[in-house]
């Protein structure tokens, strides 16, 4: 978040505190002094904004920002020219394709023709793929043959975690638009309109990752409570969502916890806390145990729901733990994998339990802009 201070140290204040959501960062003033520009945006959906300084300096209340760039790339480290008519800046195209790991040949190689996605989830029956397209950030269907493509989502919504309801008619997400935060929606597989479930009537300031319960009726999901300055086990809990009535409910000893991901029996929730450790949730009996001592990411469960896999994180290496009694293996080395951009980064697993993710492509080029300021 970016603040303002008088020279003095005085007047201190956040820029576009309302901005839930929606990291600023990276500012620099024009050589006039009269616009201030800087980099905004979701995760690593970054464009470049110019705010004027049309009141006094440092009063409250300041104009709105205007966009200057609209993607598809990473636009950031905005400089000036001495005659502040152009703007040079870093853009990255953040690209990716799919990938999935061959064990005969111990390579990566392009799956479903290199389609731009990640972040995938495979129907009940395995026959579709729901999808985030990349870089556009929008939900996708696709059949497993690469037929019938269909576009669920459209900016500015920028949507991820896409997850089919066990009878495959309809398709969970989370995702936001410009200034907003993240909250949970559906929308049906076979396209339609898109149904918003939460809005933080809870108190909750985002909600991320919803995962179907085993009945279809209701989503796991993770929320937070306040901004990071909170402790996590005030700040994060895991709450479900009755789909239908839009009820939420808090589950009992889940503070603490995000990123939740169901068993394929509905019994227990695989989900990371501190130090990004995995823990197995119970829901049951509403406890939870670690499951892993060393830091993980996108945790997956098997199809037989006797594993979690999930990536180790410094390690760079895909490996599982087994439910019934915490063995942990490391299956294979990710380090011949270069990923995207950290909110596109991703592994799971396919119908056949071969691991899948996003190959990055593209680069990162110097770029001008000319600026027309008022």
């Known amino acids: 978040?970016?603040?303002?201070?008088?020279?003095?140290?005085?007047?201190?204040?956040?820029?576009?505190?309302?901005?839930?959501?929606?990291?600023?960062?990276?500012?620099?003033?024009?050589?006039?002094?009269?616009?201030?520009?800087?980099?905004?945006?979701?995760?690593?959906?970054?464009?470049?904004?110019?705010?004027?300084?049309?009141?006094?300096?440092?009063?409250?209340g300041s104009p709105a920002p205007v966009r200057l760039t609209a993607g598809p790339m990473k636009a950031d480290f905005a400089n000036p020219s001495a005659d502040g008519r152009r703007i040079f800046f870093l853009g990255e195209l953040i690209q990716g394709q799919l990938v999935r790991?061959?064990?005969?040949?111990?390579?990566?190689?392009?799956?479903?023709?290199?389609?731009a996605a990640t972040q995938a989830d495979f129907s009940g029956d395995g026959k579709w793929i729901a999808y985030v397209r990349c870089p556009q950030g929008t939900v996708w269907r696709i059949a497993l043959d690469g037929s019938e493509r269909l576009q669920l989502t459209s900016p500015p919504l920028v949507a991820l975690n896409p997850r089919w309801s066990p009878d495959g008619s309809q398709i969970a997400f989370f995702g936001a638009r410009a200034g907003e935060a993240p909250?949970?929606?559906?929308?049906?597989?076979?396209?339609?309109?898109?149904?918003?479930?939460?809005?933080?009537?809870?108190?909750?300031?985002?909600?991320?990752?919803?995962?179907?319960?085993?009945?279809?009726?209701?989503?796991?999901?993770?929320?937070?409570?306040?901004?990071?300055?909170?402790?996590?086990?005030?700040?994060?809990?895991?709450?479900?969502?009755?789909?239908?009535?839009?009820?939420?409910?808090?589950?009992?000893?889940?503070?603490?916890?995000?990123?939740?991901?169901?068993?394929?029996?509905?019994?227990?929730?695989?989900?990371l806390g501190s130090g990004n450790r995995t823990w197995l949730y119970?829901?049951?009996?509403?406890?939870?145990?670690?499951?892993?001592?060393?830091?993980?990411?996108?945790?997956?469960?098997?199809?037989?729901?006797?594993?979690?896999?999930?990536?180790?994180?410094?390690?760079?290496?895909?490996?599982?733990?087994?439910?019934?009694?915490?063995?942990?293996?490391?299956?294979?080395?990710?380090t011949g994998l270069t990923m995207p951009a950290a909110s596109l980064s991703w592994v799971g697993l396919g119908p056949d339990g071969s691991p899948i993710s996003t190959q990055a492509v593209g680069g990162t080029e110097i770029y001008a802009l000319d600026l027309e300021a008022p």
Request: one cysteine or more.
């Open 282 to 334: 119970n829901l049951e009996t509403r406890t939870r145990t670690k499951l892993t001592t060393i830091g993980s990411g996108w945790p997956s469960w098997s199809r037989d729901g006797e594993y979690v896999y999930f990536e180790d994180n410094p390690g760079h290496d895909w490996c599982r733990v087994r439910i019934k009694d915490g063995k942990m293996e490391r299956v294979m080395s990710l």
């Open 183 to 271: 909250r949970l929606y559906v929308v049906p597989a076979a396209g339609g309109a898109i149904r918003q479930l939460t809005g933080g009537k809870d108190g909750s300031s985002a909600d991320e990752d919803g995962n179907w319960t085993a009945d279809g009726t209701s989503l796991v999901f993770g929320a937070s409570f306040g901004d990071r300055s909170v402790d996590e086990r005030q700040r994060l809990a895991l709450e479900t969502i009755n789909v239908k009535t839009q009820q939420i409910s808090k589950l009992p000893g889940s503070e603490g916890l995000w990123s939740p991901r169901l068993s394929p029996d509905g019994r227990f929730i695989a989900a």
């Open 101 to 115: 790991y061959d064990r005969n040949s111990q390579q990566w190689t392009s799956y479903l023709k290199g389609l």
């Open 1 to 60: 978040m970016l603040w303002e201070v008088a020279p003095d140290g005085t007047h201190a204040h956040a820029l576009f505190p309302d901005w839930a959501g929606y990291a600023t960062e990276s500012g620099v003033w024009m050589p006039d002094g009269k616009h201030f520009v800087f980099t905004a945006g979701q995760r690593d959906a970054r464009d470049l904004w110019a705010v004027g300084q049309k009141r006094r300096l440092f009063e409250m």
